[in-house]
């Protein structure tokens, strides 16, 4: 099967894509590109859908760089010289040409970024948590350092989870509102006195507070196309043992 690759016009001609579940070798639960060794997945089967995304973005397998996602606001410099191991992060940023940035999600933002006039790119993994602590904000403080310029970055979000199957209990509403109550916007009643929140709205508004005046999302909602996406909160309403990640990847 094909690799399936979403792209956006606004990161073009950069090489990157928010890939699908579409065209791995993993089996079952996984099918099929399932890119996450934090899974129960095969490594075997990782690994070899890891090198297809590779070849996809035209590096090397080692050349594409995946950090531990802890759900922090930690950011890792990415230069030609590799890590020994995966460092403990949630953000990615580089200005070195030839590596390629991969963020593994399954509901939370893959977030990609770039100051092509710079020649500096960003990665980001945003699940509410990380947005809400700075995650995003923090990628574009580590991209500034390394010679973007706020104005030039482009931001786009990739698939994530909807506004119409993200419902939350009012403890997590009142979490965001403690923040800032204008953040009630982002929330609409739902049943049984639950609340549906809308994630990449959150996104792209913590996007644009900090000064970039290009950001869109891609417009998919993981949950709701388990043909196309995995999702964590799908797999845990169908009672499933695991589920597959999916990866987001940009390069110089």
Known sequence: MTLEIITADSLA?????????????????????????????????????????????????EN?????????????????EPAPAPPRADAMVCATPGMALGILTADCQPVLFADQQAGVIGAAHAGWKGALFGVLE????????????????CAVIGP????????????????????????????????DGKYQFDLPSYGLHRLR????????????????????????RRSVHEKQADYGRLISVIRL
């Open 13 to 61: 001609p950069l090489h990157h894509g928010f890939f699908t579940r579409r065209g791995g070798t993993s089996s079952g639960i996984f099918n099929s590109l399932n890119c996450g060794y934090g899974s129960s997945d095969q490594n075997e089967a990782v690994t070899t859908n890891r090198a297809r995304v590779a070849q996809a973005m035209q590096v090397k397998p």
């Open 64 to 80: 594409l760089i995946t950090v531990t996602q802890v759900h922090s606001t930690d950011v890792h410099v990415v230069t030609s």
């Open 138 to 153: 923090a990628t574009l403080d580590e991209m500034v350092a390394l010679g973007a310029t706020r104005r030039h970055i």
């Open 160 to 191: 994530t989870i909807g506004q119409r199957a993200y419902e939350v209990g009012a403890e997590f509403r009142d979490t965001f509102l403690t923040e800032d109550p204008d953040n009630s916007r982002f929330f609409e009643n739902g049943r």
């Open 209 to 232: 507070n900090a000064g970039i005046a290009k950001t869109h999302w891609c417009g998919h909602c993981t949950y709701s196309s388990p043909e196309q996406f995995f999702s964590y």
